[in-house]
């Protein structure tokens, strides 16, 4: 679980889209190995509405690529969920669809429509 007090210490973290493709996500996983070696605190996958980010069954999808780092590369991982375009309803399963993947560090924002 990450905690807030050591964000203000100065520590390093990285975000991260989704891959587009299938063939990249290996490629991601792959980086993502070298990065841990930076000892970064958490990664940040945000959530890309090109990728039917909320949708588990595609590879390339933010909630898929943020399970992904948590359980392949054990890293701690924030998925980062934009709100905006969808209902309280929809809004509520993605938080719960995170939960169920294991994901407990969550940044849920309204954010800005995509154009």
């Not at 780092?69 to 509520?92: A, F, N, R, V, W």
Request: glycine share 6%; hydrophobic share 40%.
């Amino acid at each position: 679980m990450l905690r807030f007090e050591a964000l203000l210490c100065g520590t390093l973290f990285f975000q991260f889209f989704p891959p587009k493709t299938t063939n990249s996500v290996a490629n991601f996983f792959a980086r993502l190995d070298r990065f841990r070696e930076g000892n970064p605190m958490f990664v940040d996958i945000a959530w890309h509405f090109g990728s039917d980010p909320g949708n588990i069954s595609s590879e390339t999808s933010s909630s898929s690529v943020a399970a992904g780092c948590l359980d392949y590369c054990g890293m701690d991982t924030m998925l980062h969920i934009t709100c905006c375009p969808y209902t309280k309803e929809q809004s509520i399963r993605h938080l719960e669809q995170s939960k169920a993947l294991g994901l407990k560090n969550i940044l849920a924002l309204r954010g800005d429509l995509p154009r």
